[in-house]
């Protein structure tokens, strides 16, 4: 079965720069969400959108934004990135809110290292 | 606000036996959404079961069982007869829902398993 596909995998940035992530959601899914694993926590959720508007929002920083595009893949911005910035990101797709089985399911997740 | 805890940081069992992983989560939501997700060393999050606030039906799939107690909170994980490939952190998940966008997850802290062989 398909599953939710970011890219890059990895990616290797130094302080100051911009990064983007991109993630393509499960065919039909039109919900993505972001969020950011630093090393040994819990996934923290950062923004989602559903019909390519954003949903809801939860710690992303200023620095950071994101959008949906008409084919409902997404991208993740990150400007001026820090090294507290390291981590991994994953992106979720799901079916959309109201719908019966709308669970989250995760990509692989980009590691992002800022040196 | 929402918020989950998982008290056990780590546990540690060594194979065939049953292990419980604990979460508890705070909503002020009368709807609300309950879930687990397993991720083992590669990395990747990998989704268990998801729980609406409605249905307090115990689940079973295969070795694995969830039992939900609103009554107490709780959404507690049963691995029965452990392997080897269960070891993992497994986090708990919570989601409220009555807002009918789409929410963000709150996390646990995780529960780090280690079967031992």
């Known amino acids: 079965a398909a599953g939710v596909i970011q890219s890059p995998r990895h990616l290797i940035k130094e302080k100051r720069e911009t990064a983007t992530l991109k993630c393509y959601p499960i065919p039909r899914h039109d919900t993505v969400y972001w969020y950011q694993q630093g090393p040994g926590q819990d996934p923290q959720f950062l923004i989602s959108f559903y019909e390519k508007m954003q949903s809801d929002k939860g710690s992303i920083p200023d620095r950071f934004s994101a959008q949906q595009f008409s084919d409902y893949h997404s991208e993740l911005n990150m400007s001026s990135l820090e090294l507290g910035d390291s981590a991994l990101y994953f992106c979720a797709s799901s079916l959309g809110p109201g719908q019966v089985f709308d669970e989250q399911y995760f990509g692989p997740g980009t590691r992002l290292t800022v040196t | 606000a929402q918020k989950v805890t998982q008290a056990q940081t780590e546990i540690s069992v060594v194979e065939k036996e049953d292990v419980t992983l604990d979460c508890v989560y705070e909503?002020?939501?009368?709807?609300?959404?309950l879930f687990w997700y397993k991720q083992p060393p590669s990395g990747e999050l990998v989704f268990l079961i998801r729980r609406n606030s409605f249905d307090e039906q115990n689940e079973i799939s295969g070795r694995y069982s969830w039992n939900f107690q609103k009554s107490t909170s709780s959404f507690n994980f049963t691995i029965t007869a452990s392997q080897v490939v269960d070891s993992a952190v497994y986090f708990c998940?919570?989601?409220?829902?009555?807002?009918?966008?789409?929410?963000?997850?709150?996390f646990g802290k995780g529960t780090h398993l280690i079967i031992q062989p």
């Open positions: 998940a919570l989601s409220e829902g009555a807002g009918g966008g789409a929410d963000g997850l709150t």
């Open positions: 909503t002020r939501d009368t709807t609300y959404y």
